[in-house]
């Protein structure tokens, strides 16, 4: 049972936007602490797509963007592609537990 | 350039001991908490424990205390995962992981753990 919640799949057409929730509580995502988000390929290490909410690394298309909003942060993607295709997990830090929680990962479709 | 490299993982029979090791790079390394995380075949991110910069601290997942022990030697930018009492339900890959507020987050590549008899 993951400590975030997020949806099990999203699914749109290409071009179309979609949007991943990511629900915490007070003593993660609504505590302040830094949400990450991570893109990950079957067989492959994730990697990261926004970091502390809103952040995008270099490399990363300015067509995936992060949001926080209390207890709960969003990925969008816009102007979906079919090499979107992935499991998303969010990612953040937990007060109560002294540790990292995810969620259990979206898997989008395009 | 940070970098983190993770060595150890094999495949061990059950109730036995392996020893992960994670080396850091580019980065001021006995200022920072480093993590475990873990995925199990086709599953999603678990987190498994953290240490603080000095190795005072550390905290474990439910699933692993009492049985895991993370520890690190800062004099070689090196931490470590010590396992015991390793059950089948512990195969994964382990990644070792380094992450800061308002700061990229950087993880290895993994290193696979295979528990079977």
């Known amino acids: 049972q993951s400590v975030l919640a997020q949806p099990p799949s999203v699914s749109g057409a290409p071009g179309q936007r979609v949007t991943i929730s990511c629900t915490g509580t007070t003593s993660n995502i609504g505590g302040g602490y830094d949400v990450h988000w991570y893109r990950q390929l079957p067989g492959t290490a994730p990697k990261v797509v926004i970091y502390a909410i809103t952040k995008r690394p270099s490399g990363v298309p300015d067509r995936f963007s992060g949001s926080r909003s209390g207890t709960s942060a969003s990925l969008a993607i816009t102007g979906l592609q079919a090499e979107d295709e992935a499991d998303y997990y969010c990612?953040?830090?937990?007060?109560?537990?002294?540790?990292?929680?995810f969620g259990p990962g979206t898997k989008v479709t395009v | 350039q940070v970098q983190l490299v993770e060595s150890g993982g094999g495949v061990v029979q059950p109730g036995s001991s392996l020893r992960l090791s994670c080396v850091g790079s580019?980065?001021?390394?006995?200022?920072?908490?480093l993590y475990w995380v873990r995925q199990a075949p086709g599953k999603g991110l678990e987190w498994v424990a953290v240490?603080?910069?000095?190795?005072?601290?550390?905290y474990y997942a439910d699933s692993v205390k009492g049985r895991f022990t993370i520890a690190r030697d800062n004099s070689i930018n090196t931490f470590y995962l010590e396992m015991s009492g390793l059950r089948v339900e512990d195969t994964a890959v382990f990644y070792c992981a380094r992450t800061n507020y308002a700061a990229y987050p950087d993880w290895g590549q993994g290193t696979l753990v295979t528990v079977s008899s």
């Open positions: 990612q953040s830090y937990d007060s109560s537990l002294h540790g990292l929680v």
């Open positions: 240490i603080s910069g000095d190795g005072r601290t550390a």
């Open positions: 580019g980065f001021t390394f006995k200022k920072d908490a």
